[in-house]
């Protein structure tokens, strides 16, 4: 593999203007209309991929650093201005795919570039239209109004300050009477935003709808769809396949709890019980952030060569950030700089099994990316994302054998924590996601009515839960610290789709470690040039809309954990 020594403060990042981005677009349009042949035409697509990456690194720039520090005016300037032009941008460039998806090359293109991606592009054109242009600006501004708000809390919490990230740790205390002190605090800053966290929420459904309408769908959903790129799977076939997790895993996932409650010597177990599974609390890894970089590096080496040089390049290039600051939005992420062909890891270290869990998943995301810097269109840089969540959660399970490294004689109590909590969360996922489709085909609903539909699929999803005391989440308002709900609508079900892929990973590596991971680089390494369903029969996998999918998983599952 390539190395390369950049690192992230040398990166250059032009500031684009809209008449500067529109000259370019003008430029690629009278060259098209210039070609004569499909060479002129693959040219003029490689000129306009190119562009497509400096303008990324800008968007990608401009969103890490206000995450960074959402306090920073000039980072929060540098934001605002981004989410002002990038609807306009979009305007220019859904107008190029419009022409290239009716141009007389096309065939010839297709077979240059893949069909993948002309399929990505007509879900574009059917999902945007200049018309919108201001709701999208009015969109991404309500989204950062919710960034802010969440990374505003300061909570006073055993004579310290913290916002929510920092109370994770406390959230799952092996002290039970400390984690519910930790949620009572966690939620009552809830409790105390409820109404501003309900007009946030309130004024983007209708505004979605809104946009839904203006483009000709009868509600948000078909063009959330359409926005989250699903070119082979729709709304029917998700619907089964949250039956499917209804019938097969709910089951599996209240074992679990009633498990857990069990090695606690808990009687009838709380919401705060549920995130324990031992009364010595979690395992934990052993050492401090630089501790943990430092075993990760030495997992990654043992696991693939290539895995162990990539992260040797993040590390020493400073393209990883995760360090918990004040200011710092929550939650992890990649993202990428793809004219330099680096991805960049964002997240938030609290001292929990979750740091590990966070710096490897999106380690598979930098390392698919990474692989697929060199496919020819950056529409395929990156895979729509329930594929790409494979990548992530893939790697997670494929680290299994590595965590003595992090947590010592503990590491299999980890490893059954990790695989229960994938069984804990399916539910929880296909929850998210049919509470979104009920908001969105109501989009009149009131705030109290939302409340109570998030009840409603939690009867169905979560029938073991019980909040006690915790007002909030009883009232029906968990589903507010999930940023996805406000940022990125239908997202939610991809993290489930992906996990039941990834743990046939775990399920086949059990058997055959090499293969399963030669499979998994494999797959890392076409990025998103065909579908989702394409890729994962590609590694050998089965689709999560095929009848019983899951079921030799939760099979191998609960004689793994003994349930
Ligand atoms: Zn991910």
Same mark, same amino acid.
Request: glycine share 6%; proline share 4%; hydrophobic share 40%.
């Given at each position: 593999?390539?190395?390369?020594?950049? &690192?992230?403060?040398?990166?250059r990042?032009?500031?684009?203007t809209?008449?500067?981005?529109?000259g370019?677009?003008?430029a690629?349009?009278?060259?098209?209309?210039?070609?004569?042949?499909?060479?002129?035409?693959?040219?003029?697509?490689?000129?306009w991929?190119?562009l497509?990456?400096?303008?990324?690194?800008?968007?990608?720039?401009?969103?890490?650093?206000?995450?960074?520090?959402?306090?920073?005016?000039?980072?929060?300037?540098? =934001?605002?201005?981004?989410?002002?032009?990038?609807?306009?941008?979009?305007t220019?460039?859904?107008?190029?795919k419009?022409?290239?998806?009716?141009?007389?090359?096309?065939?010839?293109?297709?077979?240059?570039f893949?069909?993948?991606?002309?399929?990505?592009?007509?879900?574009?054109?059917?999902?945007?239209?200049?018309?919108? %242009?201001?709701?999208?600006?009015q969109?991404?501004?309500?989204?950062?109004?919710y960034?802010?708000l969440?990374?505003?809390?300061?909570?006073?919490? %055993?004579?310290?300050?913290?916002?929510?990230?920092?109370?994770?740790?406390?959230?799952?205390?092996?002290?039970?009477?400390?984690?519910?002190?930790?949620?009572?605090?966690?939620?009552?800053?809830?409790?105390?935003?409820?109404?501003?966290?309900?007009?946030?929420?309130?004024?983007?459904?209708?505004?979605?709808?809104?946009?839904?309408r203006?483009?000709?769908?009868?509600?948000?959903?078909?063009?959330?769809?359409?926005?989250?790129?699903r070119?082979?799977?729709?709304?029917?076939?998700?619907?089964?396949?949250?039956?499917?997790i209804?019938?097969?895993?709910?089951?599996?996932?209240?074992?679990?709890?009633?498990?857990?409650?069990?090695?606690?010597?808990?009687?009838?177990?709380?919401?705060? &019980?549920?995130?324990?599974?031992d009364?010595?609390?979690?395992?934990?890894?052993?050492?401090?952030?630089?501790?943990?970089?430092?075993?990760?590096?030495?997992?990654?080496?043992?696991?693939?060569?290539?895995?162990?040089?990539?992260?040797?390049?993040?590390?020493?290039?400073?393209?990883?950030?995760?360090?918990?600051?004040?200011?710092?939005?929550?939650?992890?992420?990649?993202?990428?700089?793809?004219?330099?062909?680096?991805?960049?890891i964002?997240?938030?270290?609290?001292?929990?099994?979750?740091?590990?869990?966070?710096?490897?998943?999106?380690?598979?995301?930098?390392?698919?990316?990474?692989? #697929?810097?060199?496919?020819?269109?950056?529409?395929?840089?990156?895979?729509?994302?329930?594929?790409?969540?494979?990548?992530?959660?893939?790697?997670?399970?494929?680290?299994?054998?590595?965590? %003595?490294?992090f947590?010592?004689?503990?590491?299999?109590?980890?490893?059954?924590?990790?695989?229960?909590?994938?069984?804990?969360?399916?539910?929880?996922?296909?929850?998210?996601?049919?509470?979104?489709?009920?908001?969105?085909?109501?989009? &009149?609903?009131t705030p109290?009515?939302?409340?109570?539909?998030?009840?409603?699929?939690? =009867?169905?999803?979560?029938?073991?839960?019980?909040?006690?005391?915790?007002?909030?989440?009883?009232?029906?308002?968990?589903?507010?610290?999930?940023?996805?709900?406000?940022? #990125?609508?239908?997202?939610?079900?991809?993290?489930?789709?992906?996990?039941?892929?990834?743990?046939?990973?775990?399920?086949?590596?059990?058997? &055959?470690?090499?293969?399963?991971?030669?499979?998994?680089?494999?797959?890392?390494? =076409?990025?998103?040039?065909?579908?989702?369903?394409?890729?994962?029969?590609?590694?050998?996998?089965?689709?999560?809309?095929?009848?019983?999918?899951?079921t030799?998983?939760?099979a191998?599952?609960?004689?793994?954990?003994?349930?």
């Amino acid at each position: 593999m390539q190395q390369t020594s950049l &690192d992230f403060s040398e990166i250059r990042i032009e500031t684009p203007t809209f008449d500067g981005v529109r000259g370019e677009y003008a430029a690629l349009d009278a060259a098209l209309d210039a070609a004569k042949t499909p060479g002129d035409h693959e040219t003029t697509v490689r000129r306009w991929d190119a562009l497509r990456r400096r303008l990324n690194d800008w968007e990608s720039y401009a969103n890490l650093r206000f995450e960074q520090d959402s306090r920073n005016p000039e980072f929060k300037a540098a =934001r605002d201005y981004c989410d002002e032009l990038s609807p306009k941008l979009t305007t220019l460039d859904v107008a190029l795919k419009r022409r290239l998806l009716a141009d007389a090359q096309r065939p010839a293109l297709e077979r240059t570039f893949g069909t993948t991606a002309f399929a990505l592009w007509e879900a574009d054109v059917t999902a945007f239209e200049p018309a919108i %242009e201001q709701e999208l600006i009015q969109e991404a501004k309500l989204c950062a109004q919710y960034t802010e708000l969440i990374a505003s809390a300061a909570i006073d919490f %055993e004579d310290k300050q913290q916002n929510l990230a920092g109370l994770a740790p406390f959230r799952e205390d092996a002290d039970r009477e400390r984690r519910h002190r930790a949620e009572r605090a966690f939620w009552s800053f809830y409790g105390t935003n409820r109404a501003e966290l309900d007009r946030i929420y309130d004024e983007l459904v209708k505004l979605r709808h809104r946009m839904a309408r203006t483009l000709g769908y009868e509600n948000y959903i078909g063009l959330g769809y359409k926005r989250m790129h699903r070119i082979d799977y729709d709304q029917r076939n998700v619907e089964r396949y949250r039956d499917q997790i209804a019938r097969d895993v709910v089951p599996l996932a209240q074992r679990i709890v009633q498990g857990r409650a069990k090695r606690l010597g808990v009687v009838g177990p709380m919401f705060w &019980d549920e995130k324990i599974s031992d009364p010595r609390g979690n395992a934990r890894p052993k050492g401090d952030l630089a501790w943990i970089l430092a075993r990760c590096q030495e997992a990654f080496d043992a696991m693939h060569p290539e895995l162990g040089a990539f992260f040797r390049t993040m590390v020493s290039g400073h393209f990883i950030d995760m360090e918990n600051r004040a200011g710092k939005a929550g939650g992890g992420f990649c993202t990428s700089f793809p004219t330099v062909g680096m991805p960049f890891i964002f997240g938030n270290f609290n001292g929990t099994a979750h740091d590990v869990e966070v710096l490897v998943h999106e380690m598979g995301h930098a390392f698919q990316c990474y692989r #697929s810097r060199s496919l020819p269109l950056t529409d395929y840089l990156w895979p729509t994302s329930e594929s790409a969540e494979i990548d992530s959660m893939g790697l997670e399970y494929l680290a299994h054998p590595q965590m %003595e490294r992090f947590f010592g004689d503990t590491a299999d109590r980890f490893r059954a924590e990790h695989l229960s909590d994938a069984f804990l969360f399916l539910p929880y996922g296909v929850a998210v996601d049919h509470f979104q489709h009920l908001v969105y085909a109501n989009p &009149d609903a009131t705030p109290a009515e939302r409340h109570q539909m998030w009840q409603q699929v939690e =009867r169905r999803y979560l029938p073991w839960r019980d909040y006690g005391d915790l007002a909030y989440p009883s009232a029906g308002g968990l589903w507010q610290e999930k940023r996805h709900i406000y940022h #990125s609508p239908f997202y939610y079900i991809d993290y489930t789709l992906a996990q039941c892929c990834a743990l046939q990973f775990w399920a086949r590596s059990r058997t &055959d470690y090499r293969g399963t991971l030669d499979d998994y680089a494999a797959l890392c390494g =076409r990025g998103g040039e065909v579908p989702f369903q394409t890729l994962v029969r590609g590694a050998k996998l089965k689709s999560p809309f095929d009848e019983g999918v899951l079921t030799g998983v939760v099979a191998e599952a609960r004689s793994v954990l003994g349930l």
